[in-house]
């Protein structure tokens, strides 16, 4: 009952549903969507981690099938965070030297990411009252699980 409504109210919409971190679906969940891409003629994207990618790609199992047939798209996204974006972000807040903002965009490519260099920048501006120095970048470092 409830999926008959979801799809009544998605059919001609023009929406696109969004899925984040795709890859801890289950079967069950990727069935549902299937179902709601097929009837309501929506557009989905199915945003994840290279776990999502092989099971709807990589390994063609018989019943990811289905799934992989409907696949209009398909892109993996390198992990590589780029200066210009790490820049948008500080900038946002705070004016940084050139050997802070190399520093956060190193922290950003690492596996915590953009999420791990936004704590680092946060606790430094708190710590260094406003002014983010390599001094204060050093000091908390030690402050963050890594």
Do not use: W
């Amino acid at each position: 009952k409830q999926m008959r409504y979801l799809i009544d109210i998605l059919k001609g919409s023009g929406r696109v549903i969004i899925i984040d971190e795709a890859q801890h679906l289950s079967y069950r969940a990727l069935e549902s969507l299937r179902t709601i891409y097929d009837e309501a003629h929506i557009g989905m994207i199915l945003s994840g981690n290279q776990v999502i990618y092989d099971r709807l790609h990589g390994r063609r199992e018989a019943q990811f099938a289905q799934f992989f047939s409907r696949v209009g798209i398909s892109r993996f996204l390198s992990n590589s965070v780029s200066v210009e974006d790490v820049e948008m972000r500080v900038n946002e807040v705070c004016t940084i030297s050139g050997d802070c903002m190399e520093y956060l965009v190193r922290v950003a490519n690492t596996p915590g990411g953009v999420r791990h260099m936004v704590k680092n920048l946060v606790l430094a501006l708190n710590f260094g009252q406003g002014k983010v120095t390599m001094e204060v970048l050093h000091k908390v470092k030690g402050f963050l699980m890594l």
